[in-house]
């Protein structure tokens, strides 16, 4: 089949975690001998946040680590949507698209588009900003994408889809395993943004604190840090690494002892169930994994198994301090975590459960788009 994606970015992973996903999704799509054509939007804010960071060399490194990965780039206002789409046998429509060109895709379907049409959505904004994901047409879509069990269930609440699947993100095995031999740089490393207020109590609990009370050596990566949390880093003297380039962090994670998991509150509070994708990522590494706590609604792991859980900071210290100290222990959870990534959440799993939801969906070119009262379905 040939597939064509709207996304935000598929070179930059800059304050963009969908990216991570994408690339491995496109690369296992090609392994399969579908073609892929990837777009994405000139003057995208976390392309132009990552040349800003790190000029064209980070592009350069991206088409290096990834030569099979390619996206265009485009201007709406002059985008030859017909040209666009010419072709395509499945459209996958990101949430970041701007609202004008996710309704303009949807009424090339309605026109009687020979194409499957499909919204993908990895965010929270359906519950911190409905009047935004409120006002996105998808009336013409044959369905949603979501990445989660409760996120599938509130657009079929609402009315705003009358199909939707429940596809979760994974981690790109291809890239993300574990990598023996490396040198011992740190006891724990976390990769993470500070992001909008969404986390900072819980990071303060979680990672800065048990790290200043245990004495750890510690390195932290990320981006969008204000100038209180690198004074907090700083008191905790933990090392701040700044941005790095996703495809980096299995290195990274070969050279520490472990990670946390500190999710970000609208996922705890209001759609439980919803992992970053960081932990999937961790997990593949086989670096032992300790989380601030989650509800693993959906069952996608083995909590005290794959990773631990810390219900509040004076756990997450003596879990820490337990993972460094017992080696057995340390061993174990990287061996359970590696196993349930590599049974369960690949990338090549993702695309399995994606090409059978394709094969659900009517042909276009037999059958308009699917109704809004059509059958509500999903898949775990």
């Given at each position: 089949m040939r597939f064509v994606i709207f996304c935000h970015s598929l070179v930059s992973d800059w304050n963009h975690g969908n990216a991570h996903f994408l690339?491995?999704?496109?690369?296992?799509?090609?392994?399969?001998?579908?073609?892929?054509?990837?777009?994405?939007?000139?003057?995208?804010?976390?392309?132009?946040?990552?040349?800003?960071?790190?000029?064209?060399?980070?592009?350069?490194?991206?088409?290096?680590?990834?030569?099979?990965?390619?996206?265009?780039?485009?201007?709406?206002?002059?985008?030859?949507?017909?040209?666009?789409?010419?072709?395509?046998?499945?459209?996958?429509?990101?949430?970041?698209?701007?609202?004008?060109?996710?309704?303009?895709?949807?009424?090339?379907?309605?026109?009687?588009?020979?194409?499957?049409?499909?919204?993908?959505?990895?965010?929270?904004?359906?519950?911190?900003?409905?009047?935004?994901?409120?006002?996105?047409?998808?009336?013409?879509?044959?369905?949603?994408?979501?990445?989660?069990?409760?996120?599938?269930?509130?657009?079929?609440?609402?009315?705003?889809?009358?199909?939707?699947?429940?596809?979760?993100?994974?981690?790109?095995?291809?890239?993300?395993?574990?990598?023996?031999?490396?040198p011992l740089e740190g006891q724990l490393v976390w990769v993470g943004n500070w992001g909008d207020d969404e986390r900072t109590a819980e990071l303060h609990e979680f990672l800065l604190d048990p790290v200043k009370r245990l004495g750890l050596k510690a390195r932290v990566h990320g981006v969008r840090y204000p100038a209180d949390a690198l004074e907090a880093l700083r008191d905790a003297r933990i090392q701040y690494g700044g941005w790095l380039p996703n495809h980096e962090a299995p290195n990274l994670f070969a050279r520490h002892r472990v990670t946390v998991h500190v999710p970000r509150r609208p996922y705890v509070q209001a759609l439980p169930g919803i992992p970053t994708i960081r932990v999937f990522e961790a997990l593949a590494c086989g670096i032992p994994l300790v989380c601030a706590p989650w509800d693993d609604a959906e069952g996608l792991f083995r909590p005290g198994t794959d990773y631990l859980v810390a219900r509040d900071g004076k756990e997450m210290t003596e879990h820490l301090r337990a993972v460094l100290s017992d080696r057995d222990l340390a061993a174990g959870l990287a061996r359970n975590g590696l196993e349930t990534i590599q049974n369960r959440h690949g990338c090549a799993h993702r695309v399995e459960e994606l090409l059978a939801i394709c094969r659900t969906l009517v042909a276009p070119a037999r059958e308009s788009a699917m109704p809004a009262t059509a059958l509500k379905e999903g898949i775990v």
């Amino acid at each position: 089949m040939r597939f064509v994606i709207f996304c935000h970015s598929l070179v930059s992973d800059w304050n963009h975690g969908n990216a991570h996903f994408l690339r491995g999704v496109v690369r296992e799509l090609q392994a399969r001998s579908h073609a892929v054509r990837v777009l994405e939007p000139a003057g995208g804010w976390s392309r132009e946040n990552m040349l800003a960071e790190a000029g064209e060399a980070a592009v350069a490194r991206f088409h290096a680590v990834f030569p099979s990965l390619r996206s265009e780039t485009y201007d709406f206002d002059s985008l030859d949507l017909d040209e666009a789409l010419d072709g395509a046998d499945v459209v996958l429509v990101h949430e970041w698209t701007d609202p004008a060109l996710v309704a303009a895709i949807g009424r090339k379907r309605a026109a009687g588009g020979r194409f499957r049409l499909l919204f993908h959505d990895t965010h929270h904004r359906i519950v911190s900003k409905p009047e935004e994901m409120a006002a996105l047409d998808l009336s013409a879509y044959d369905g949603v994408l979501a990445f989660g069990e409760v996120l599938r269930q509130r657009y079929l609440d609402l009315g705003w889809a009358g199909r939707a699947w429940t596809w979760h993100e994974a981690a790109d095995t291809v890239l993300f395993r574990p990598i023996p031999g490396e040198p011992l740089e740190g006891q724990l490393v976390w990769v993470g943004n500070w992001g909008d207020d969404e986390r900072t109590a819980e990071l303060h609990e979680f990672l800065l604190d048990p790290v200043k009370r245990l004495g750890l050596k510690a390195r932290v990566h990320g981006v969008r840090y204000p100038a209180d949390a690198l004074e907090a880093l700083r008191d905790a003297r933990i090392q701040y690494g700044g941005w790095l380039p996703n495809h980096e962090a299995p290195n990274l994670f070969a050279r520490h002892r472990v990670t946390v998991h500190v999710p970000r509150r609208p996922y705890v509070q209001a759609l439980p169930g919803i992992p970053t994708i960081r932990v999937f990522e961790a997990l593949a590494c086989g670096i032992p994994l300790v989380c601030a706590p989650w509800d693993d609604a959906e069952g996608l792991f083995r909590p005290g198994t794959d990773y631990l859980v810390a219900r509040d900071g004076k756990e997450m210290t003596e879990h820490l301090r337990a993972v460094l100290s017992d080696r057995d222990l340390a061993a174990g959870l990287a061996r359970n975590g590696l196993e349930t990534i590599q049974n369960r959440h690949g990338c090549a799993h993702r695309v399995e459960e994606l090409l059978a939801i394709c094969r659900t969906l009517v042909a276009p070119a037999r059958e308009s788009a699917m109704p809004a009262t059509a059958l509500k379905e999903g898949i775990v």
